[in-house]
């Protein structure tokens, strides 16, 4: 069936980091992998013909080395069982048309994602007059515009399992955007956070860059809600997670992350939350 693009998978966007083209195994079935500024997750014991799920779908014009990787992991002509969004910014769906046209599969999203990704509604445009550094100026250019992929898009069950990936839920997490989820597998600890939080701090170019290590809140430029946003790092952290892969920088592990986490959920309005900007303030 036919698929409408738009800007946020066809406005290629010229930021990267030091990360971008790496792969981080954590434990044995989940495996972060950097497009430029942005991870994508695979899930799944990595071996020629083996079952598998992509969590997010990377930047504007990515397709390609998701395709290449995704190979090279799970081996040629092997498509994921299904894909997850914890959202759907640019940066979470840039490649998703691009691996739909070679892969036949359902798109998972939470109810509230659906018409980002179904054409029938654009975010916010991001704001580049909120506090924060050199990214936070350049977000103007970063796209806002909803896509339609159609039938392929589908609501996560209503009982907040998981589609093919056994022992996880799905966490409703919203504040960076409306219908934002984060994955959570109990037996071992392992949380997806998507932009819930990160690990970088991600409004400043050279942070970005560098991929310095810094559990922060969700990048500021494009963060509507901060109460709700509050209200999901408290959650996410009272689960004492063991080990957590975010949509930006590097993954963490272990002691280091629940006490950072703990922190940033105790401080988040310093922490997290910008002195100004049209969202804090109340504007649209």
């Known amino acids: 069936m036919d698929m409408e693009r738009s800007s946020s998978t066809e ?3 010229p930021v990267t980091s030091v990360n971008s083209g790496d792969g981080v195994p954590v434990g044995e079935d989940l495996y972060s992998y950097t497009i430029q500024v942005v991870n994508i997750i695979f899930y799944g014991k990595p071996g020629i013909g083996n079952d598998w799920v992509l969590i997010d779908a990377g930047m504007p014009k990515s397709g390609g080395k998701i395709l290449e990787a995704a190979a090279e992991r799970f081996g040629e002509n092997n498509p994921p069982k299904a894909i997850i969004l914890t959202h759907a910014h640019f940066d979470h769906i840039g490649g998703l048309i691009d691996l739909l046209e070679h892969w036949d599969v359902p798109v998972f999203a939470h109810p509230l994602e659906l018409p980002y990704i179904t054409g029938k509604r654009d975010y916010p445009d991001p704001d580049m007059t909120v506090e924060g550094g050199m990214v936070a100026k350049m977000s103007k250019m970063f796209p806002n515009e909803s896509i339609d992929i159609g039938e392929r898009a589908r609501e996560l069950p209503s009982d907040d399992t998981v589609p093919h990936m056994t ?10 955007t409306e219908g934002h989820v984060s994955l959570f ?21 050279y942070k970005v860059m560098t ?3 810094e559990v922060s809140g969700p990048p500021v430029y494009l963060t509507p809600d901060w109460e709700s946003a509050e209200q999901s790092v408290k ?16 993954p963490v592990t272990g002691e280091y992350l629940q006490k950072e986490l ?16 049209k969202f804090v303030d109340g504007e649209k």
């Not at 037996?187 to 991600?202: H, P």
């Not at 689960?239 to 892969?245: E, F, K, R, T, V």
Request: no cysteine; proline share 4%.
């Open 211 to 213: 991929q310095e290590l």
């Open 167 to 176: 022992g996880w839920r799905w966490i409703h997490t919203p504040g960076h």
């Open 185 to 205: 597998r109990e037996s071992d600890g392992s949380l997806i956070a998507g932009d819930a939080f990160v690990t970088v701090k991600q409004d400043s170019l």
């Open 235 to 250: 959650a996410l952290a009272q689960l004492q997670p063991g080990a957590a892969i975010t949509g930006h920088g590097v």
């Open 11 to 13: 406005r290629f966007q």
């Open 262 to 277: 703990a922190v940033l959920a105790e401080r988040f309005k310093e922490k997290a939350v910008p002195d100004h900007g």
